[in-house]
């Protein structure tokens, strides 16, 4: 079955501090990878997205992933997080060529930046 | 492009009763997706509907229901409403220049009594 598993459910960070989240998934088959955010009060957001191509992807506010097929993983990764990043982080993934499937998310990693 | 929007954001139900949640996708999309949100179980995949076919369904009791309309407007119902039911139900919609991603709508927070 799919599954995706992100490492740590509780993140605290000092603003500036670089930032590494992790994600790890099981599909069978070829998958497109997703992070998305969650603010306080807020929507889910795309944050950014892998198809194919370039394994590094960069995505909005200065957030990168890169995916290591080897490996499994997509990692989320920040240089320099400030206290606005401050938010629920979901990893997800879905199958390639195989129709329209659903998204599996990961658990959500809470990340609190403090000043 | 206004975004997804989903009515009401909140609902408070007792148990037993049914509720029917909305969602209007982005501007041609046409497909639609709900999910359910609990800090146990984490974000769970409901059902998807395309062109008012449910074309994918997740692993919740037949209580769960959806449809889509020709507007690709969709409604998800809950028939005898449990305590477990409590969650936000999310919408998400897909189409033309980006049918693998999914776009959120804010949500529905059910909470039930």
């Known amino acids: 079955a799919q599954s995706v598993s992100q490492h740590n459910h509780h993140v605290i960070l000092s603003e500036a501090a670089s930032l590494e989240l992790g994600c790890n998934y099981s599909y069978g088959g070829t998958v497109n990878l997703f992070w998305y955010v969650q603010y306080p009060g807020q929507h889910l957001q795309l944050l950014l997205k892998y198809f194919s191509g370039d394994p590094l992807v960069k995505g909005i506010k200065g957030f990168e992933a890169e995916f290591i097929k080897s490996k499994f993983s997509f990692n989320l990764r920040k240089p320099s997080v400030q206290w606005s990043d401050t938010a629920e982080y979901f990893c997800?993934?879905?199958?390639?060529?195989?129709?329209?499937?659903?998204?599996?998310f990961g658990k959500g990693t809470r990340l609190s930046v403090i000043a | 492009k206004a975004g997804v929007t989903q009515t009401p954001r909140y609902l408070i139900k007792t148990r037993g009763q049914q509720v029917t949640l909305s969602c209007s996708p982005i501007?041609?999309?046409?497909?639609v997706s709900w999910y359910q949100q609990t800090p146990g179980q984490g974000l769970q995949f409901l059902f998807e509907y395309f062109s008012e076919t449910q074309r994918n369904k997740g692993n919740f009791p037949g209580r769960f229901s959806g449809r889509q309309f020709s507007n690709s407007r969709s409604e998800m119902n809950v028939s005898t409403l449990e305590l477990g039911d409590s969650a936000l139900y999310l919408c998400?919609?897909?189409?033309?220049?980006?049918?693998?991603?999914?776009?959120f709508g804010p949500g529905t927070r059910l909470l039930v009594l």
């Open positions: 501007s041609g999309h046409r497909s």
């Open positions: 998400a919609s897909s189409g033309p220049g980006s049918v693998e991603t999914q776009y």
């Open positions: 997800a993934v879905t199958g390639r060529y195989s129709g329209n499937t659903p998204l599996v």
